[in-house]
Each structure stands twice: as structure tokens, then as C-alpha cells.
């Protein structure tokens, strides 16, 4: 059998582990080894625009059997939406699409299943726009989302919920972060211009660059070396509006895998001491990892952020970042699995450990520090509403988000307050959210 029919078995048992027994895709990615870097390529592409556009897929599918109600094998199902996928949203031809798909079937010891995808793809080719417009009636199935996360979109997001919703469907941007105690931006674009790589866009001080394409990390000039991380451009707004200074003792209480730690030592490498805590044993190895990779030095903690006194020396910090779990709705695009895996009822739970995360945190930083709060989340029950029971029961703080923002050079988005919300597809941004609380003196 073609190892091209051989990825796309591959890709549909890793689409059923997503959809049927709720594993995470890019775990699963991550245990796929072997075969060259195209066949690589090829079940990454597969994998992620099944699971992102599966919902709308699946209701397709649906369509497109001939009987109704037809029940299939989970990974029969998926390896019919792997080749809806390739028909609707690749740039495979068509006939490769059908003929591989088909045979991948017989990879997954499926023989008899053959047919019925063949009989699936054939109709799609002849009735699928028709087909396609009929399922679209539905605006959540049109939009690839589950029922519950459009409305929530459409209720906190009113006037931007539909290109968020766009957004959450197109492959995610490249976004760099260069290590400016390594090297400066501008040196930086000119070892990507002589790589053959393309800068379509930059920030703060051209320290934060846009590829025009995603490319392997080892494919960066000194990635290895440190000069470089991949980071997206919202994500790497937390240190500046943080601003640790010369001198302060810093507490980053939900650091893994490190990459915002990693950013506030690069911004102030005179930082006295920084601990990154991280309650994820697992996660923690990415966090030593990145500092080592980056040359840069932490003290680096197994604990909850939510019961400090298991391993807080007593002494307060004049910067907390708390980088809160959290739904993760802002990066939806990176990890699309989220609409399949989160479930309603998964965000008043989340809510809750934030606030307590919140109060314990606030606990632990000096009078006259700076707490930031974060958040991946688009969701007002994880982000507003946190900030602002929190800010009404705590009268010794205050939000100067609007100020940092002013600070740092960017204007303030009012669509969700307190705090400066970034709703996903901003500038090329992800989705996230943040606080920054200052605690008053005395």
C-alpha cells in the first residue's frame, strides 16, 4: 500500500482518538514519528483542518450517506471526514483525494468500508456545494463551532463575534520573538532575508516579527543558539505590560512551558530574582528547557499557585504574573481540537479556580506592586468577571491597565473592561486578556 494512503489511515485514527475518546491532537501529533518531512507535513495539514472544520464536516457527512442514520466506525467516520477535508479545503487533486483515501481504508483493515468512502467522496465531488448550503443554514455548523461556543461568542462579543469566528478557522500566524540580549530586530531580519524568509510585519521595536509562513523551528537562523523563540504577538504583550524593573523579585505563578518567563528575563535582565512556578512536573521540563535554550537563568518551582504556602519563602514580590488556566478560547486556531474537547459546563469551573488563583496571588505581592493578570480565554466568565468581583471585593486595588497600555505605546480596546481585551484575529493576534492591578500603598 502507497504511503500516501498510509498517512491518511494514520490521520484518521488520530481524528477518532480526538473525537471519540477526547485526546488531545497535538499529543498525539507529538507521538507520531517516522516518515520523511512531506509525509510528516501531510498528516499535520490532515489532522488539524479535519479537526478544525469537523463540525461543518461531519454535518456533510451526514448528508452525503445514503442511508439516514447510518452509523459507522469511529475510525471509518474520521477517514471520511479526512477526505471531505482534502476535497474542501486542500489543494490536493481531487482524484489523489478520492484514490488514497480509499485505499486508505484497506490500511485500517477496513476493506469493506472502501466503497462507502469512495460513494461519499464521488457524491461530494457531484451534490457537495448543494449539500454544503443546506448544512450551512445553521450558523454554528456553517461556522465550524459548537452550538454553545457561538452563542457565548455572539453574546460577549456582539459586534465581533463573526470574525472571530473566521479567524478561529484560519491557520494561525507566525509570530517571532527575538531575544534582544542576543540580538537586535534589525540584525535579526536580515539573517531571515538571507534564510529566504519573508517579514511581513513587526512590533514593538521590531523585536516581534510576522513570517509570511510557518517553517520548522530548526529552519530559524540560531533558533538552536537562543536568538530567536516562537511566540505570538498577544502573548508577548504580558512582559511589557508587567515592565518588571531593575532590582524586583518577580513571580511568574503559572509559568509553563516558559515562555513569557523566558520574556521577562530577556526584557530586564536585571531582574533580581524571578521564580516560575507551575504546578505540572511534565510542564516544567519545557520551562528548563527554554531557559537553557535562551541562556537565561530562573529559579524554577513544582507548586500550586493556589496554596503558596507550600513553597513561598514569605518574602513578596514587586511583579506577579499570573497566567491563569483557563478555556483557552483565544487559540482556538492553534489548537482546534478546543471546539471539540471543551464543554459548557467546563467554564464556571475554570472561573472559579481563577478567582482563587487571583485572591492567593494578590496575597503575595508587595503594597505598591503590579499583578497582571492573563488569559487566553475571549470569554467574559473568565476574564471581566473575575477581574471585576475581584476588584470590587479588594479595595487595595486598582486597574492601570489603561495606563500601562498608554505606557507601552497602544490604545486601549473598550469592547471588554476592566482590563484590555484582544479579541482573536486582531492585527494578526490571538484572543487573550489582560488586567494589570496595581496594589495601593499603606
Known sequence: MSRSAQVRAQAARIVAQVVTNGRSLDALLADARGGSPQERGLLRSLCYDSIRWYIRLDALLTRLLTRPGQVLEPEVRALAIVGLCQLLYSDVPPHAAVDETVNAARVLKQPRASGLINAVLR?????????????????????????????????????????????????????????????????????????????????????????????????????????????????????????????????????????????????QPRIAELIAVDVSKERLVRVH???????????????????????????????????????????????????LLRRPEDIPALAQRQRELLHQAWGLLKPGGRLLYASCSVFRMETTAVVAEFLTAMQSARDVTADRMKEVGLSQDDALTPGHAIATGTAGMDGFYYACLEKLEG
Request: with cysteine.
Open 289 to 339: 528547557e527554554n531557559l537553557q535554550r535562551l541562556g537565561l537563568s530562573a529559579t524554577v518551582v513544582e507548586g500550586d499557585a493556589s496554596t503558596p504556602e507550600r513553597w513561598w519563602d514569605r518574602r513578596a514580590f514587586d511583579r506577579i504574573l499570573l497566567d491563569v488556566p483557563c478555556s483557552a478560547t483565544g487559540v482556538i486556531r492553534r489548537h482546534p481540537d478546543i471546539k
Open 123 to 267: 457524491r461530494c465531488q457531484r451534490d457537495g456545494a448543494k449539500l454544503a448550503s443546506a448544512v450551512d443554514r445553521d450558523p454554528a455548523v456553517r461556522a465550524a463551532h459548537p452550538q454553545w461556543m457561538t452563542a457565548a461568542l455572539n453574546a460577549d462579543w456582539p459586534q465581533r463575534a463573526a470574525s472571530m469566528l473566521d479567524a478561529n478557522n484560519q491557520r494561525p500566524p507566525f509570530w517571532l520573538r527575538v531575544n534582544r540580549r542576543r540580538c537586535s530586530g534589525s540584525d535579526y531580519r536580515e539573517k531571515l532575508q538571507a534564510a529566504g524568509l519573508e517579514v511581513i510585519d513587526s512590533w514593538f521595536d521590531e523585536h516581534t516579527l510576522l513570517l509570511s509562513r510557518a517553517v520548522d523551528v530548526h529552519e530559524l537562523p540560531g533558533f538552536d543558539s537562543g536568538l530567536v523563540s516562537v511566540q505570538d504577538a498577544a502573548a508577548q504583550l504580558a512582559a511589557h505590560l508587567l515592565g518588571p524593573a531593575e532590582g524586583d523579585r518577580v513571580l511568574d505563578a503559572c509559568a509553563a512551558p516558559g515562555g513569557k518567563t523566558c520574556h521577562l528575563l530577556e526584557l
